[in-house]
C-alpha cells in the first residue's frame, strides 16, 4: 500500500532535510518507487541538496495550477525521484497550500512510498504538509529546545487527528550533555524509530549533491538511515554491521 509519509521538526538546523533525502535514497536502495518532494515552500532545499536548485517545472507551478504533477518529477542520477520547490519569492502569496493534499494523492498513483520533507515549526505549510500525510515522522537533535518544538509538533499533528509514527534523534555525539534516548521517548511519549550519529560525511555528501546513503555508504549514518529504513518497510531479514563507536555509543 502507498505511503504519504511527512518528515517534519518543531525547529530548522535539526536534520529534517537530510533526513527525508537519505530515507528515500534507502528506501529506494530497497527496491521502493519513493518521491521526495519540497513541501518546504518557504525555504526549499531539496533541490539544493540534489544539484536542482532551478527547474523549469516545481512544485510551485503544481499548487498554482499551471502544470500537472508528473511534469514537476524529477529523477536525480542515482535513481531517486524528486518535486523540487522554487527559491522564487514572488510566487510564494500565488501559493494555495490545500493543493498539496491533492497532489500526494496523485503521486499514490505513481509510487510506492512519497515522502513530503515539510517546513520547520507549526505555520500554513506545516499543517498542510500534515494534513496530505498518511503518517508523521519526527526529527529532533537531542538537546531540550529541540525536543520541546518536537513536542508542539507531536501535539499539533495530535490536533488535527495525524498519526505520529515516531521519532528520528539525529546527530547524536554520544556527550554527556545531550538529552539521553529514553528522557525523549518519556517525554515525547512516541516511539524512537532511529538514532542516527553526527556524521562529518554529511555536509561533503551535500557539496556532491547527493544522498549520503550514495556519497558514503559505509559511513555511520548512512547505515543508519539504512536500517531505519529497512524497519520501517518491514524489511526485518536485513542487518548491517555496527561500527565499534556505534556499538560504543548505542
Not at 59 to 67: I, Q
Not at 111 to 138: M, P, R, Y
Not at 150 to 156: E, G, P, V
Not at 205 to 231: C, I, Q
Amino acid at each position: 500500500m502507498t505511503q504519504v509519509i511527512t518528515i517534519t521538526s518543531g525547529k530548522g538546523g535539526v536534520g529534517k532535510t537530510t533526513s527525508a533525502i537519505n530515507l528515500g535514497a534507502a528506501f529506494n536502495y530497497f527496491g521502493k518507487d519513493v518521491v521526495v518532494v519540497d513541501a518546504n515552500l518557504t525555504t526549499p532545499n531539496i533541490g539544493l541538496h540534489l544539484g536542482a536548485p532551478i527547474v523549469p517545472v516545481s512544485l510551485n507551478h503544481v499548487l498554482m495550477g499551471k502544470a500537472k504533477v508528473s511534469d514537476a518529477v524529477y529523477e536525480h542520477e542515482s535513481g531517486t525521484k524528486i518535486i523540487p520547490s522554487s527559491l522564487s519569492v514572488r510566487e510564494l502569496r500565488q501559493l494555495q497550500h490545500d493543493k498539496l493534499k491533492e497532489v500526494a494523492k496523485k503521486l499514490k498513483k505513481m509510487s510506492d512510498i512519497i515522502i513530503l520533507d515539510s517546513a520547520a515549526g507549526l505555520g500554513d505549510e506545516t499543517v498542510a504538509a500534515f494534513e496530505a500525510a498518511d503518517e508523521i515522522i519526527i526529527v529532533t537533535n537531542p538537546e531540550i529546545p529541540a525536543v520541546t518544538d518536537a513536542l508542539k509538533a507531536s501535539k499539533l499533528a495530535e490536533q488535527l487527528g495525524k498519526e505520529v509514527k515516531g521519532v528520528i534523534v539525529t546527530r547524536v555525539r554520544g556527550e554527556k550533555a545531550e538529552m539521553p534516548i529514553a528522557n525523549i521517548k518519556d517525554m515525547l511519549e512516541l516511539p524512537i524509530l532511529g538514532v542516527i550519529p553526527e556524521d562529518r560525511n554529511v555536509p561533503k555528501s551535500v557539496v556532491m549533491k547527493d544522498a549520503l546513503v550514495h556519497t558514503h555508504p559505509k559511513s555511520k549514518a548512512a547505515r543508519a538511515y539504512k536500517r531505519l529504513a529497512a524497519k520501517l518497510i518491514g524489511k526485518n531479514d536485513y542487518h548491517e554491521g555496527y561500527s565499534f563507536w556505534e556499538r560504543l555509543f548505542g
